[in-house]
C-alpha cells in the first residue's frame, strides 16, 4: 500500500559526494519521522539520519558533519546528502518513513529495497 523508492547510490572515490532520494507513494494519510538507515555486508543495520515532519534532524555520531538529511513534505520525498565519503561508508542504504494510513490509525515502518553506496579508489 506504501512504496518507498531510493535513488542515487552508485560507485564514488575517497571524498566524493553523492545525494540519496527516497520517494513515497501509494495511499497514507500522513508521513511522520523519515529517515536513512545502511547496512554493510556482515553487519546490521544501523541508523543514519532521521527528520521529522517538523524537520528536526538527528545523526549518526559516524556522519556528522559530513551527511545533511532534507525533505520536501509536499512531494513526499527525502534526500540524503553525502560528502566526503570514506571506504566505510560502503552499504546499501535503505529509506525508512513512519506512516499513518488512516487518520485512527497507529504508526506503522515502511522501507524501501534499498541503493548500493560504495566509496572506493
Excluded: H
Excluded at 75 to 84: A, D, G, I, P, W
Amino acid at each position: 500500500q506504501v512504496q518507498l523508492v531510493e535513488s542515487g547510490g552508485g560507485l564514488v572515490q575517497p571524498g566524493g559526494s553523492l545525494r540519496l532520494s527516497c520517494a513515497a507513494s501509494g495511499s497514507f494519510f500522513r508521513i511522520n519521522t523519515m529517515g536513512w538507515y545502511r547496512q554493510a555486508p556482515g553487519k546490521q543495520r544501523e541508523l543514519v539520519a532521521t527528520i521529522t515532519r517538523g524537520g528536526d534532524t538527528n545523526y549518526a555520531d559516524s556522519v556528522k558533519g559530513r551527511f545533511t538529511i532534507s525533505r520536501d513534505g509536499a512531494k513526499n520525498l527525502v534526500y540524503l546528502q553525502m560528502t566526503s565519503l570514506k571506504p566505510e561508508d560502503t552499504a546499501v542504504y535503505y529509506c525508512n518513513a513512519r506512516i499513518v494510513v488512516t487518520p485512527f490509525s497507529s504508526e506503522i515502518g515502511s522501507w524501501g529495497q534499498g541503493t548500493q553506496v560504495t566509496v572506493s579508489s
